[in-house]
């Protein structure tokens, strides 16, 4: 019967393509996750930077609306 041999090899062959594709998936996500959180701690960073300058700009504003006022 080794029609039988064939059949079975062929069945071990497939389970091992999904295997090797399962695990290159893992990988590729893990890439992305990786990139993903490198790309969001370095936006931010930035947005921490642009809302200390519009603090301080908002900060000058409200003291010269103060002293026009007086």
């Given at each position: 019967?080794?029609?039988?041999?064939?059949?079975?090899?062929?069945?071990?062959?497939h389970?091992?393509?999904?295997?090797?594709?399962?695990?290159?998936?893992?990988?590729?996500?893990?890439?992305?996750?990786?990139?993903?959180?490198?790309?969001?701690?370095?936006?931010?960073?930035?947005?921490?930077?642009?809302?200390?300058?519009?603090?301080?700009?908002?900060?000058?504003?409200?003291?010269?609306?103060?002293?026009?006022?007086?």
């Amino acid at each position: 019967m080794p029609w039988l041999h064939m059949i079975f090899d062929a069945w071990e062959d497939h389970k091992r393509q999904r295997e090797q594709e399962a695990r290159e998936a893992a990988e590729q996500e893990a890439a992305q996750q990786e990139a993903l959180a490198a790309f969001t701690d370095a936006d931010l960073g930035d947005l921490d930077e642009d809302e200390d300058r519009r603090d301080k700009k908002d900060e000058k504003k409200k003291k010269k609306h103060k002293d026009k006022k007086k």
